[in-house]
């Protein structure tokens, strides 16, 4: 179940806020339309459900915000926009990999992809989809971890009429399951068709608040209202009939009498009830306003804001009046829970055979569609951990059954904060009240979580994706092609040499791909945001960060061990064994050599993790040799009167026994790496890069 209460966005330049004051409810087994022409604010009502845009009010997701939900993947199904994700990576690779991200067994790709019809395009590119599949794959991506409510913004929006009845029978299978379904549209006859409750914004504000049959009934205008007994029979003669003289018509059954036919006239609807023979009681035609759809009831005056678990335990934000559903208990037409449990509807489809194929036949002339038996089934159940705190403790069984008593909001949700609103508006505070708190609370974007298995999530994100590889093989090509140019000049030292790096470039090839690599490292979160499912913001959290690092240095050090590998190769079957022998001091140069790679790896993580820019990465890994390193060299240049020599013996002096396997030349020799200009240089940028993160992560958590 969905509360959203008072929900208003910030104000924008010498314009009224993009949404104000909307207040509305979606519950649990039911389809609910959030209706809008282009500008009403659909968009930004979602956003700001999603806390993914600042303002104020409150949503409530099965009784909590969902900033308080541990894992808000698991509570929320999200598609928003276009899917996110590479266009290099694979469709079966995206799904595997956000699997990691929400904590889900790496079967469960297969399954969705079963589910949403894409197993034959499983290995194709995400950028190759069509937009059919690409709105399968969003609704894939959004049903991965099982969800109790999914939001959707515009998923028919370019869709064929036959994927869009096929796309609304998946959301009707899942409320019929128990959950909630919200989508956002623009076509009203869509939203008569499809849901059982539309909620409609006209310039960001609530005009209406129906079910179904009510809005179709005062809103959708102009149409033909016929009251016959044989209103079922009388609207398939009516479809047969306009599809035979190709003209486009639609007939909504409103109740078990009455018909509501759109695209024809009396004229038309009255002969083909007299040629065939029905009885009609009522044929008029109704042209009128979209208006507001009724004045809102009266409000409860609280004294106080108050919380959740401190509400009354009855009752809903508006009394109702007489001939007023928009708040309030269910009036009649509406779904009763036993109806829902039984997969009945409040628009009384019909569902005799004849019916429901001609609603596949025909979609422009049928009554609401719910889902087909064709339909693949619904997805299996992930079994919720044992201290999982996203479904409530109250919440026994299966959250998704309809027969669960979980499902009735009234019997162990506690009842969302009655705001103190006043003729629809907000009630400001007296100048004489120096308490804010009849003010709905602000809305906060908070961070995002990190993937629960992180480690799992960045392994398949590098590898999903021929970056990666192909940034590797170019490492190779260069550096092979440069140790012959350099050692055909016969000026450059060996160990350069073998590592490809002459005196005239900043950073040898390694180098610069192991930080392009690492700048790379947070492309998806803020390019192709596979996180979107939970806040949309690039997660600073400690396990991810410490997941890219780790892959990132790994991922270094084995460009660097196969790039002096084909070196030296190269040399030998080029040049014979002479340039290939082993230096004397090969282990402090291999451990140069590993810092090196390491430290322009994290500097391009780091980098491109404050400024959220991969060219931002990049640039602070060349910045190190070309800015930072002539800083530090005029820093530690001149006279000195003192130097470090016999830093060795000082070492094996500073404890009073004799330092194991003489460990005392590697800690010199890491304090004289430290000491040299390119290694204080680097030291000083990944410090002041890893203080940047962690100032950043902070003042996003105290914000």
Partial sequence: MIQAIGLTSNPREELPPAVDDVSFEARAGRVTALLGAEGAGKTTTLRLMLELQQGRGITYFRGRPLHRIAHPSREVGVLLGDVPGHPARTVRGHLRMLCAAVGVPVQRADDVLEVVGLVSLRNERLGTLSRGMDRRLGLGCALLADPHTLVLDAPTEGLSVREGAWLHGILRAHARQGGTVLFATGDPKEAARTADRVVTLEAGRLVADQDAADFARTRLRPRVAVLSPYAARLGTLLTKEARASR????????????????????????????????????????????????????????????????????????????????RGEPAQGDATPDELAQGETPHGEAETAEEAALGETQPLSTPPVTASPSLSPPLPLVPSNEGDDTVPPSSGGDPHSATNPSADPSATLPVPPVL????????????????????????????????????????????????????????????????????????????????????????????????????????????????????????????????????????????????????????????????????????????????????????????????????????????????????????????????AAGLSGRLRDLVLMQWPFGAERYVAGGVRMIVQPVGGALALSLTALLCAYVLTAMRSRVR
Avoid at 434 to 452: E, K
Avoid at 509 to 520: E, I, N, S, V
């Fill in 247 to 326: 003209r486009s018509i639609e007939v909504v059954i409103e109740g078990g009498n009455r018909l509501s036919v759109y695209g024809s006239n009396c004229a038309d609807v009255g002969e083909v009830a007299y040629r065939h023979g029905i009885l009609v009681h009522q044929l008029a035609d109704e042209v009128g306003d979209a208006g507001r759809a009724g004045p809102p009831g009266p409000w409860r005056q609280p004294d106080a804001w108050t919380p959740p678990d401190a509400a009354p335990a009855s009752g809903f934000l508006q009394e109702p009046t007489q001939g007023d559903t928009t």
């Fill in 420 to 643: 103190p609103v006043l003729s629809g508006s907000l009630a400001l505070p007296s100048p004489h009240d120096d308490s804010a708190s009849r003010l709905p609370p602000p809305i906060t974007v908070h961070p995002g979580r990190s993937p629960l298995r992180p480690l799992r999530y960045e392994l398949r994100r590098l590898t999903g994706v021929g970056v990666g590889y192909f940034t590797l093989a170019a490492v190779l090509a260069a550096s092979t092609l440069l140790c012959v140019v350099l050692a055909r000049a016969g000026h450059t030292p060996q160990p350069r040499l073998l590592a490809a790096w002459p005196q005239e470039l900043p950073l040898p090839p390694a180098a610069l791909g192991a930080g392009l690599l690492g700048a790379l490292a947070f492309g998806d979160e803020f390019r192709h945001p596979a996180l979107a499912v939970d806040r949309g913001t690039v997660p600073r959290r400690v396990g991810l960060l410490v997941a890219k690092l780790l892959v990132a240095a790994a991922t270094a050090l084995l460009s660097g061990a196969l790039t002096v590998g084909a070196d030296a190769a190269v040399l030998h079957l080029v040049y014979g064994e002479e340039l290939t022998k082993v230096p004397a001091d090969w282990l402090s140069l291999s451990a140069s050599w590993a810092a090196l790679l390491t430290g322009c790896a994290w500097a391009g993580v780091l980098a491109a993790g404050v400024f959220r820019s991969t060219t931002a990465g990049l640039a602070a890994v060349l910045g190190v040799p070309i800015v930072v390193v002539p800083l530090v060299q005029k820093a530690v240049e001149g006279p000195a009167v003192r130097s």
